[in-house]
């Protein structure tokens, strides 16, 4: 590969004037300047930066100052498509080359690139495997790398991606061109990870503050999480607001259930088809659903700045990922609610798929992750402390007055996670499954649990997928599961509102979801 590079051209305008005329902003954000001074001398960067800090500049600038192209590499393929129309706006020449064009399409995009046509290039990880690309990159003249995402290179990170260690390359067969890495989420280990696994050299380091002051934290006991969503975002009404669900299946669930009690809302996940998605988010982006249901297949990178709160429905995996999906909200600074409903029922669920990762040191490390995250939910101390802690960061106030703990009066009204002298890992499930051992009916454990029947049906159908309970002849009448399994059959598992429609009056919403649960036998 050739290592002949460009060297910059001479620098028409000033970092501050190109902000104003081009960009159309009077000032910097913190540490924008610094990080853009850096990569403009030809320094390596590594930045921690939060949601919302505003790292796209960081990169975006230099490549309108520096001859030759500057190449972003990003996991999201989904919002390259937006990235390149925002900056053909504002006159900057830019393009993406990821799979979502076809052959021909791609062609042009490369043959453009090698008549140095682009000003930045916005690629996915795996580009770098194909053996056109890396032909075409010392034509191209790259001028910057920037590296979004760069938890990604790290097995400390949050979402490891084995395609990002093809990246390690870039430092030798490109020695004369300045590398930018970014990530919103790395632990102290994670960020030294990084910094190696690119070969970084003596890169300038930015490191903000974690803490997100407009942000008010809690966390609630799940018990109807279909009616606590529901009622805290009534709460919130004509806001906007994300979310998240741990499966597609609650995602469909959710979004159906507060469609039918009149919230605008659209469910958002990876097995729905990309046009589908890309509708779903522009209704999103633009006001028209208030909204938006989702795996976190949604939200990396959105840039809209009026989400006033994030909801959890399911606890996430890591503090790093909770952190980065709750850093969604108030990006205008203004402030914003981040709920998240914990019930032990949700850990079995997690270590499942931790069981199934491939590498015994992969799992370790995602156990002591989801062990943190649990910590994180359970204790009862300033979340603020404890979310700063977990990046390696000291807050010097005794108390935030922004989270359920050191300022209740802000909470929404939902029972607080309650500690216990049994085991807390004994979830409320176990508790269903002993009632349906001994003989109770759905309606006999709502009654005695206290608990809404749609709770329990909930409880049975998650029970069923898990193998847990193989008889559902007491909960459900046999002429309707071979009703539902022949309407199953027909219309697919993923959502209940078709079946629901197709019965005709003849099911509810409980009993489907029980016999779904019952033919799928998978853990939950």
């Not at 490891?160 to 390359?169: E, G, I, K, T």
């Not at 469609?259 to 633009?286: C, I, N, W």
């Not at 990046?391 to 989270?403: I, V």
């Amino acid at each position: 590969m050739n290592k002949t590079l460009n060297q910059t051209n001479p620098i028409q305008n000033t970092p501050i004037e190109l902000l104003t005329k081009l960009f159309g902003y009077q000032t910097f954000r913190p540490n924008q300047e610094a990080i853009i001074d850096a990569a403009l001398a030809g320094h390596d960067v590594f930045a921690v930066m939060p949601t919302g800090a505003g790292k796209s500049l960081c990169y975006q600038l230099p490549a309108v100052s520096r001859k030759g192209t500057c190449v972003v590499v990003s996991p999201l393929i989904s919002l390259m498509k937006d990235q390149v129309d925002k900056m053909c706006r504002l006159g900057i020449r830019a393009a993406y080359l990821n799979s979502a064009l076809t052959a021909k399409q791609q062609a042009l995009v490369l043959k453009n690139l090698q008549h140095q046509k682009y000003d930045l290039l916005y690629v996915a990880p795996e580009r770098f495997g194909t053996s056109a690309f890396r032909e075409a990159l010392p034509i191209i003249q790259p001028c910057l790398f920037a590296i979004d995402e760069a938890h990604c290179i790290s097995e400390w990170g949050h979402d490891f991606r084995p395609d990002y260690l093809a990246l390690s390359q870039l430092c030798k067969d490109f020695p004369n061109v300045p590398i930018a890495a970014f990530t919103a989420t790395a632990t102290p280990r994670a960020q030294e990870d990084i910094v190696q696994r690119l070969g970084l050299r003596n890169p300038h380091m930015i490191r903000t503050s974690f803490d997100r002051p407009n942000l008010y934290y809690q966390v609630a006991e799940k018990q109807d999480e279909l009616h606590q969503i529901c009622t805290f975002v009534r709460q919130h009404a004509e806001q906007t607001g994300i979310v998240y669900r741990g499966t597609r299946r609650a995602v469909e669930d959710t979004a159906d259930y507060l469609q039918a009690q009149g919230v605008k809302a659209l469910p958002y996940h990876a097995g729905m088809d990309s046009d589908m998605r890309q509708r779903h988010q522009e209704a999103f982006d633009t006001g028209t659903c208030d909204v938006v249901v989702a795996t976190i297949a949604f939200g990396m990178g959105i840039d809209k700045p009026n989400v006033r709160y994030v909801v959890h429905g399911d606890l996430p995996k890591n503090v790093d990922s909770y952190y980065q999906e709750t850093g969604r909200a108030g990006r205008d600074g203004e402030s914003a609610h981040c709920l998240l409903l914990f019930d032990w029922s949700d850990v079995p669920r997690i270590r499942y798929f931790i069981s199934k990762m491939p590498s015994i040191e992969e799992q370790r490390k995602a156990r002591t992750k989801l062990d943190a995250m649990i910590q994180f939910a359970t204790r009862r101390r300033c979340r603020r402390h404890a979310l700063l802690g977990y990046f390696g960061e000291r807050y010097h106030r005794r108390e935030c007055r922004t989270c359920d703990i050191c300022n209740p009066q802000n909470a929404f009204n939902a029972p607080t996670i309650k500690r216990s002298s049994h085991n807390r890992r004994t979830s409320t499930l176990s508790t269903t499954l002993k009632l349906i051992r001994e003989g109770l009916s759905l309606q006999d454990i709502a009654e005695q649990r206290e608990l809404e029947s749609r709770t329990i049906a909930r409880h049975i159908a998650d029970l069923a997928a898990r193998g847990d309970v193989s008889d559902i002849s007491r909960h459900v009448a046999s002429a309707k599961v071979r009703l539902l399994e022949e309407l199953f059959d027909q219309h697919g598992t993923e959502r209940l509102k078709p079946i629901i429609e197709a019965a005709a009056g003849r099911i509810t919403y409980d009993e489907a979801r029980i016999v779904r649960g019952a033919l799928q036998k998978a853990p939950c």
